[in-house]
């Protein structure tokens, strides 16, 4: 585990033994990390927060309250988890069947974002940069750039790195309003131009 220096918890915080906390992150009020998770560098942990044994999270990992990030999710860089959204972990839970050995693996892979009281069913990756929004239930696996809002949750577009919705013209193409980055659309797949 890193030392105290390298991070901040705040005194009601628990840190079970074995994780390893990435320096410039912050762990704040009533918040508990259990055994062997892996933290990575400025993560900021709100309010409130489970996050269950060995468990992963990138560099610059934003969870914000009330959310419980179980075993089998990795959140790779730059990820953003709004208030109270929800991961699974088992698909077909019941209390008086122990499934621990059946825990699907959910990976919510760099810069993508999930919105306040969202679902995430176990199992369903979530791409790069893609946009969940607010109250969705995401019950299949979402492509990179893509956005999507709704129970079930359907997409209904594209985004941008930096969170803008993606207008493409007919030949395909699309620029971020913010960054003016380019996009290409082709095949029902969006890539960055460079």
């Not at 610059?60 to 953003?80: A, H, L, M, P, R």
């Not at 949750?153 to 699309?174: P, V």
């Amino acid at each position: 585990m890193s030392t105290e220096k390298d991070f901040f918890a705040h005194e009601s915080a628990y840190i079970d033994e074995g994780c390893s906390i990435g320096k410039g992150t912050k762990i704040w009020h009533f918040s508990h990390i259990m055994p062997n998770c892996s933290l990575g560098e400025n993560c900021n942990i709100g309010q409130n927060v489970v996050i269950s044994p060995n468990v992963t999270l990138g560099r610059n990992v934003k969870v914000q309250n009330n959310v419980s990030i179980y075993t089998g999710v990795i959140c790779e860089d730059d990820v953003f988890l709004g208030p109270s959204m929800v991961f699974t972990n088992v698909i077909n839970p019941r209390s008086a069947v122990n499934r621990k050995s059946e825990y699907a693996k959910t990976t919510v892979k760099k810069g993508a974002s999930i919105g306040a009281n969202a679902t995430i069913v176990c199992g369903n990756d979530i791409g790069e940069f893609a946009f969940i929004g607010a109250g969705a239930v995401v019950t299949k696996s979402v492509p990179a750039y893509a956005l999507l809002v709704g129970n079930p949750a359907r997409q209904t577009g594209w985004m941008s790195e930096f969170g803008h919705k993606l207008k493409f013209d007919n030949n395909g193409m699309a620029v971020c309003p913010e960054s003016n980055q380019k996009y290409k659309l082709e095949n029902n797949k969006v890539s960055k131009i460079n």
